[in-house]
């Protein structure tokens, strides 16, 4: 009898139909949105695997700082030809934290000339540390001071610097990570409008990944 039942379930398992593969989600309302101007791009630096974070690091010395992989500079590339491909407008210059790994980021997606350093995203790599909580509040409350400003409705800012720790300001963000933020206002803070991924981008630009 159990051998029967075994051999029932079974030929039921198999008359079950699979699941079917979900689609992309849809991502090109918000494309169309970000072609209008108004918000923040938030974006963390490429792969960095080369060399570690030295204690004391030298902001002027990229050998005591972990650096940008071959493949974190290709997909710094590849960000910044996505972005112009999709026809969405950047303001300029574009902001970075002062390591290495944020700064060629955002070079080599944007071009030298087109980028600005802001000691203060520095904070958000600090955030990673053992700081206590006095301190985690404030560099988050500086941090929603920063992009509740109001942009140009023409362009976008960008932002190249860190992934925050898991549940502090934007969360974790995956390598070349973007995410969408919308700014209220002085004193009203900011608004998640979404997230993507470089894969996400690449596939609407049509670049192979």
């Known amino acids: ?65 972990r650096n940008l992989s071959a493949k974190g500079k290709e997909q710094a590339k590849k960000y910044g030809e996505a972005i112009r491909k999709l026809n969405i407008p950047v303001a300029l210059p574009v902001e970075s934290s002062p390591l290495c790994r944020t700064v060629q980021t955002a070079e080599i997606a944007f071009g030298t000339p087109n980028v600005t350093v802001n000691p203060f995203w520095l904070k958000i790599y600090e955030l990673s540390e053992n700081t206590n909580t006095a301190d985690t509040q404030n560099i988050v409350q500086t941090f929603t001071r920063q992009v509740e400003r109001l942009t140009p409705n023409q362009a976008n800012k960008v932002i190249v610097a860190h992934s925050f720790p898991p549940g502090v300001g934007l969360g974790e963000i995956p390598s070349m990570g973007t995410v969408i933020v919308k700014p209220l206002g002085n004193d009203k803070g900011y608004k998640i409008i979404g997230r993507l991924t470089l894969e996400d981008l690449l596939r609407l630009a049509q670049i192979d990944s």
């Open 1 to 65: 009898m159990y051998r029967w039942f075994a051999l029932l379930h079974c030929l039921l398992l198999l008359t079950i139909p699979l699941p079917v593969s979900q689609p992309y989600e849809d991502l090109s309302p918000l494309i169309d949105d970000l072609r209008k101007g108004g918000f923040i791009l938030y974006v963390r630096h490429g792969e960095a695997s080369v060399g570690e974070d030295q204690p004391g690091l030298n902001l002027a010395d990229c050998s005591t700082q």
